[in-house]
Every structure is written in structure tokens, then in C-alpha cells.
């Protein structure tokens, strides 16, 4: 399974950006994927995550919950992360990450992926 995710940039505080995670190989429906992220210095953080598509069920980390939605086209094997009223504490390398079999409440936890995809860097600055 290989992971690609795409869409980063530069935006103005209170702009919004979606990014893309493509998916290739052998990857079924039943996957859970995520998104982290990184900043400079500090650890990776779950931002989101969405279970297999019989669940469908979304998590978000409380900073960006309100703000941030998770989306998968399993048609196209790809996610979405549509990320709304940016704050320059968004800023961050993100990536996507995906697992077969997940435990929900370690979503996220960047040891339950078995998957990783390069990262996209966000810039959020005026």
C-alpha cells in the first residue's frame, strides 16, 4: 500500500485548503485512514481519522473539531481532509496514514497505522 497525499500550501489566516491522500495497491474498503500532523519541534498529533467505510465513523482532536472534515471516495481510493477558518497554529507537515484493522479509541495513536504516505506542508501566515 502506498500513500500519496497532495494539496498543501500557503493560506491567510481564516482561509481554507482540502487536502488529498491517494491511495495505491492492495487497499479495501474496510481501511481506516488518518491525517497527522507535524510542527516544527513538537511530536506528531492525530488530527482525524475515519474508519472502514461499514462504520464510516469520523474523529477529530479537539483543536481542530468544528474546523476540519474527514472524507473518503472509495471509488477512488482516496481521502479528503477539508480544513476550514485556518489558524496559524495549523501550520504543520500533515500526513496520511492508513491501517487495516484499527482500535477506534487509539485513533490517534501514530503506532496504530501500518501505513504512511510522504507528508504536504501547510503554511498558514499573512
Known amino acids: 500500500v502506498q500513500l500519496q497525499a497532495s494539496g498543501g500550501g500557503l493560506v491567510q489566516p481564516g482561509g481554507s485548503l482540502t487536502l488529498s491522500c491517494a491511495a495505491s495497491?492492495?487497499?479495501?474498503?474496510?481501511?481506516?485512514f488518518g491525517w497527522f500532523r507535524q510542527a516544527p519541534g513538537k511530536e506528531r498529533e492525530g488530527v482525524s481519522c475515519i474508519s472502514g467505510s461499514s462504520d464510516g465513523s469520523q474523529y477529530y482532536s479537539d483543536s481542530v473539531r468544528g474546523r476540519f472534515t474527514i472524507s473518503r471516495d472509495n471509488a477512488k481510493k482516496s481521502v479528503y481532509l477539508q480544513m476550514t477558518r485556518l489558524k496559524p497554529e495549523d501550520t504543520a507537515v500533515y500526513y496520511c496514514?492508513?491501517?487495516?484493522?484499527?482500535?477506534?479509541?487509539?485513533?490517534?495513536?501514530?503506532?496504530?497505522?501500518?501505513?504512511w504516505g510522504h507528508g504536504t506542508l501547510v503554511t498558514v501566515s499573512s
Open positions: 495497491g492492495f487497499i479495501s474498503d474496510y481501511y481506516a
Open positions: 496514514a492508513s491501517v487495516a484493522y484499527l482500535w477506534t479509541m487509539d485513533w490517534g495513536l501514530p503506532e496504530s497505522y501500518n501505513y
